[in-house]
T-cell receptor, first 115, second 113 residues
């Protein structure tokens, strides 16, 4: 069974550009969440989707957005990139409808560098 | 509001000696608690979870954790460290209905030969 797949794995952008990251969850998983990992702030919750609905959003500016498609695949977008957006972006999927009690399965992340 | 504090940012142990990684949590309701491990340049992997069943939770690779409500703690232990245990460990808390997990700042475990 394939794991959570994130693309691209590495990317370099310049300030002001935008970026789209993609996440394919494990087959059958309908909950997808996104986290930003940086050395200074650690892992911070971005948003969670279930059946194409955003159920919760973290404390990030509106430049960060996401969506989920009917096949559970998810994308996140960051517009007007800033240097501080450089981070590892992790996607996680969960089988259960309430992921608070279930296991999150993480992808290996997309490492974004903003120059 | 829920939060989690990992009391040590770095822990060093010798191979074959016990491991103790400390975690305290704060939660308004009955929380779910987890420990995840991250090896370099890898995603996170679940070690174990507590979801209001037995207070002593056994996980993979010989790790276990004990939920102590009176102390609001969920410390991770292993009787004997192995070189392959060197990684970063995250304590995580979540509350029903929030659909999000709150991660601690991580504890980097170093295992000395």
């Amino acid at each position: 069974k394939a794991g959570v797949t994130q693309t691209p794995r590495y990317l370099i952008k310049t300030r002001g550009q935008q970026v789209t990251l993609s996440c394919s969850p494990i087959s059958g998983h309908r909950s997808v969440s996104w986290y930003q990992q940086t050395p200074g702030q650690g892992l911070q919750f971005l948003f969670e989707y279930f059946s194409e609905t955003q159920r919760n959003k973290g404390n990030f500016p509106g430049r960060f957005s996401g969506r989920q498609f009917s096949n559970s695949r998810s994308e996140m977008n960051v517009s007007t990139l800033e240097l501080g957006d450089s981070a590892l972006y992790l996607c996680a999927s969960s089988l259960v409808q309430n992921p608070n009690t279930g296991e999150l399965f993480f992808g290996e992340g997309s490492r974004l560098t903003v120059l | 509001a829920q939060s989690v504090t990992q009391l040590d940012s770095h822990v060093s142990v010798s191979e074959g000696t016990p491991v103790l990684l400390r975690c305290n949590y704060s939660s308004s309701y009955s929380p779910s608690l987890f420990w995840y491990v991250q090896h370099p340049n890898k995603g996170l992997q679940l070690l174990l979870k507590y979801t209001s069943a037995a207070t002593l939770v056994k996980g993979i690779n010989g790790f276990e954790a004990e939920f102590k409500k009176s102390e609001t703690s969920f410390h991770l232990t292993k009787p004997s460290a192995h070189m392959s245990d060197a990684a970063e460990y995250f304590c995580v808390v979540s509350e029903t209905g929030t659909y999000k997990y709150i991660f601690g700042t991580g504890t980097r475990l170093k295992v000395l030969a």
